[in-house]
């Protein structure tokens, strides 16, 4: 059993408009809401097993913001693959996954998470907002993940949290 959690980064500031689009930080909203996520894994009990994210400043940021929330002692991986990445650009990251790791945590960006996620599982979600996070499991190894093989677990995100409501924007 695997166990995928695809996570948008939070909130990043376009306060200095000299920064490039990578380079940009988390602003307030961001640096608030990455560590209230990273307790909601924290308070599920998730253990997690690798952590990849994009090198941006902001996504790296609430990956370790969230890694420190939930004691994880290893580096967090980056991949350049990850950065403004396309679903199935996401996917050839995830099935390269060693299998000898259960649990996955993705840290990247929109619109590539939202669609990966809407490819995998057949609940379907209309926006990952910045800090929203998609859990899903898989009975098979990260190397044939594909279409629909996923079965939905979670969605989270700082709004629906604090609004008790869990299931976000979810489409029937």
């Not at 307790?39 to 599920?44: E, G, H, P, Q, V």
């Not at 050839?92 to 990966?116: C, E, F, R, W």
Request: charged share 25%; aromatic share 10%.
């Amino acid at each position: 059993m695997k166990t995928l959690y695809l996570v948008r980064h939070a909130k990043s500031s376009w306060k200095d408009t000299s920064l490039d689009d990578f380079n940009r930080p988390l602003n307030g909203r961001g640096k608030r809401d990455a560590p209230f996520m990273g307790k909601l894994f924290a308070k599920k009990n998730i253990a997690v097993d690798l952590i990849i994210s994009s090198p941006a400043t902001r996504t790296i940021k609430t990956a370790q913001i969230i890694a420190e929330q939930i004691s994880y002692k290893t580096k967090i991986k980056t991949e350049q693959k990850l950065y403004d990445a396309f679903a199935d650009e996401i996917l050839k990251v995830i099935q390269s996954v060693d299998s000898i790791y259960n649990s996955l945590v993705i840290v990247a960006h929109n619109p590539g998470l939202t669609s990966l996620s809407n490819q995998l599982i057949k609940e379907k979600i209309t926006d990952i907002p910045t800090c929203g996070i998609v859990a899903i499991e898989f009975n098979n190894d990260w190397k044939d993940i594909s279409e629909d093989s996923g079965n939905f677990i979670f969605y989270e995100y700082p709004k629906s949290t604090s609004q008790n409501n869990n299931c976000g924007h979810l489409l029937f």
